[in-house]
Structures are given as C-alpha cells and as structure tokens.
T-cell receptor, first 112, second 113 residues
C-alpha cells in the first residue's frame, strides 16, 4: 500500500464550487505539505503543517484553506474554485528529523 | 518565488549516454536535493547534498555543489529509457523548526532507446 495517498486522483468542478482534496499518510510523519504544480513553474508551496496544532501559509495560500484533522490527515480546500486553480496538487510528508519529503501521487484538478 | 532554476529546460539523449542537468539558486542554503517525477506522478527523492559537501554519489547519480557559484549539477551516467522523467532541484530554506523546500521548474529528460 502507498505511504501517502490522495483522494480524489482526478476532479472536474465548476467555477464557484467548494471542493476538498484529501491526503492521508501511514508513515507516521509529523510534517505535511500541500503543493500545486503548473506547467513550467515547478512546485509551489500552498500550506504546511509541522504538527496537528501547527498550520502555516506557504507561497501561494490565497484562495485555499487547510485542515489538519489528525497526524495522518491533511486536507486542502478551495472555498470557491476559479479556473486558474486548475493544476496538479501534491501532498507531501516528512519527519521532524528528516530533510527529504515523500510525495503522494497527486490530484489533477480542472476548474471549468 | 522559485529558488532553483534548472538548465536545460529539456534534454534528449540516446540510451547509454550521460545526462547532465544544472541548477542555480539565489540565497544561502542548508542543503540541496534532487527529485525525479515520472509523467504526472508524485516526486521521488533521489539525493541530498549538504552545504558543506562538494560531491556525492548514489548508484549512477553524481551530484556536485558549488556554494560560491550557488549552483549544483546532477549527472546520470549510462542513461536508460527508464530514466525518462522530469528532474527537479529543491533547496532547503532553513527555518527554526526545520527545512522548507523551494523547487525549481525542472528539466525534462528524454532517453531514446
């Protein structure tokens, strides 16, 4: 079984809709991250959490919110989706004493 | 803002040849990492080099780091078709509680068989 899972894997939604992307991990890591990937721009950090009570904005947090429901779960919400949020979204985890990150398979989101 | 910038943006080589990708960054770093992404999938960590290291090897991978030039290179020797992927450098922006990674735009490598 995959260590970092994301649901859904693909999603099509309409402008103005609220959607939630979910991430779960079985690695026991404290730290979790949400990134978006756009062609030619690499990955950009949206939000990150170093433990259940810690939430921090990343580089591009506007239009997004997150919830850390448990050590293993970190959800990303788009309160009112817009077309320029069409992208590939990745969740990642790391342990407190590790410098590398472990990525989920990604969620491909299309906002019409 | 992106920290690392990879060069070239795309690279096409024959199987068996070596592939070299470069990464430049702007600020001081704690470490620099390279990740691979197969088409549309999650990133996989390849290798990490710390700011006090100059060269590191892992199998067919060789990474160098020149902190005076703020640059790194990733060399893949004896490439295989399975090496076809996008490669990203990521710099660690050290904070009080740990490292936050900043990714470059990536190099697309195509290995032709």
């Amino acid at each position: 079984d995959a260590d970092v899972t994301q649901t859904p894997r693909n999603r099509i939604t309409k402008t103005g809709k609220r959607i939630m992307l979910e991430c779960s991990q079985t690695k026991g890591h404290d730290r979790m991250y949400w990134y978006r990937q756009d062609p030619g721009l690499g990955l950009r950090l949206i939000y990150y959490s170093f433990d259940v009570k810690d939430i921090n904005k990343g580089e591009i947090s506007d239009g997004y919110s997150v919830s850390r429901q448990a050590q293993a779960k970190f959800s990303l919400s788009l309160e009112s989706a817009i077309p320029n949020q069409t992208a590939l979204y990745f969740c990642a985890t790391s342990d407190w004493n590790q410098e590398t990150q472990y990525f989920g398979p990604g969620t491909r989101l299309l906002v019409l | 803002s992106q920290q690392g910038e990879e060069d070239p943006q795309a690279l096409s080589i024959q199987e068996g040849e070596n592939a070299t990708m470069n990464c430049s960054y702007k600020t001081s770093i704690n470490n620099l990492q390279w990740y691979r992404q197969n088409s549309g999938r999650g990133l996989v960590h390849l290798i990490l080099i710390r700011s006090n290291e100059r060269e590191k090897h892992s199998g067919r991978l060789r990474v160098t780091l020149d902190t005076s030039k703020k640059s790194s290179s990733l060399l893949i020797t004896a490439s295989r078709a399975a090496d076809t992927a996008s490669y990203f450098c990521a710099t660690a922006d050290f904070m009080e509680y740990g490292n936050k990674l900043v990714f470059g735009a990536g190099t697309i490598l195509r290995v032709k068989s």
